[in-house]
């Protein structure tokens, strides 16, 4: 006799936009202590759920063992989120003077310092200057 077999995937994906113009459509990964985040949560309330993002200027490829960003240049506080049927919605701004350069990567994560990181990705460089906003929308699908 077979036994059930039930694959939980979570996947993500976001968008990156320079003052409104999308810059960036890429996909992301969901690192190990973001599934073990979200496994407490099933049965508790804590840690924290996750309320900022941050950016910054690693290069190096986003590994399911990531637990920070390779070197972050300015973290914000979420400006919205929500969770629709199997989708959870996350939405960032970094307004013009917070986390200007050549930014390279972002993360999700549960604290305003450290916390618990949940998603990364690394991708081409978006050159945020001082008088840029850019905003960032991100989506984790479990499936």
Sequence with gaps: MSGIEDGLK???RLQIF????LVHDIDNLVVTVGKNF??????????AVMSHMAVGTGAVAAAAGDTALGAELARVA?????????VVSYSANFPAGTG???????????????????????FAAVNKGASDAITINWTVTVN
């Design 10 to 12: 979570m996947t993500g």
């Design 18 to 21: 320079r003052n409104d113009e």
């Design 38 to 47: 979200v496994a407490s949560r099933i049965v508790g309330i804590t840690p």
């Design 78 to 86: 979420l400006s919205g989120n929500s969770a629709t049927n199997n």
């Design 100 to 122: 200007t350069g050549a930014l390279t990567e972002a993360g999700i994560l549960n604290a305003g310092a450290a916390g618990t990181m949940f998603c990364r990705t690394v």
